[in-house]
């Protein structure tokens, strides 16, 4: 047999193997492998922690973000319902104030008509009174003058009488 360089590799292969695995680098390899291996699954299993607790704030702010948003709708509304009761009320209140100075202008007139008729006839009556009196004055002797004067004078007051309200 015949010793050649492909021995001497395989003896020194099996001489290289047998080292590594009397100094145990084998279960080092597989230790540390372990260990890697070990610390991933505990990143992934914090990073679905991670994940779950970051769904369920996610979830949390959107609820909130919803709960305000129909809040912020509420709010909204009732404003706009507010302020239509108030432009309602007012308008009432501006028409019913149209209303009262139309019925006061009305009253105010109705007197000031009323005083003026009142007036007339108070002119009226006088003038009538007087032209009477410078008719009797100079158209009748005195006697029946004073006679007709009286008469005129008493009739003339209880017209004044039954006119004046």
Known sequence: MSIDATF????????????????????KIDGSLTD???????EINEA??????????????ESK?????????????????????????????????????KKNMELKISQMKENALREIKNISVKVS???????????????KLEKIYFESLEQTKSTLKKTKV
């Open 8 to 27: 001497w590799v395989a003896v020194s292969f099996f001489i290289f193997i047998g080292g590594l695995i009397y100094l145990k680098v084998p279960q």
């Open 36 to 42: 890697q291996i070990n610390s991933i699954k505990k």
């Open 48 to 61: 679905e922690k991670l994940k779950v607790e970051a769904k369920n704030l996610l979830s949390d702010y």
């Open 65 to 101: 973000i919803d709960k305000s948003k129909k809040e912020t709708q509420q709010i909204i509304n009732l404003a706009k319902a507010e302020s239509e009761k108030s432009i309602i009320e007012k308008t009432k209140k501006f028409h019913q104030l149209l209303e009262d100075r």
């Open 129 to 143: 009174i007087e032209s009477v009196e410078h008719l009797i004055k100079n158209s009748i002797d005195k006697s």
